[in-house]
């Protein structure tokens, strides 16, 4: 009886934290997610601001940015849904 009782209390202790670390786990998701959008905004902005001043003072800087980091921007945004949708899987 002892040995039952054993397992069955550390059964459910152990559930406990993984409930807690997965309410954390997915608000740390939603706060990626959100970040990613807010840095596909200034992605937009700062495309915007290239468009405008690449014909009079083409803006190297601006251009060697945007080569780089839409790539960088575009994989963070399929590994949060990926990360999204694994989460979803595993409620």
Known sequence: MNTYYYKKTRMYSEERPISFLLLHVAVSLENVITDIAEMEKGMEMTKREYEARKDRDPPV???DFLAN???????????????????????
């Open 61 to 63: 800087i601006l251009k």
């Open 69 to 91: 980091s839409e790539d960088k921007i575009k994989k963070l945004r399929t590994d949060a849904k990926s990360a999204q949708v694994s989460g979803n899987v595993c409620k």
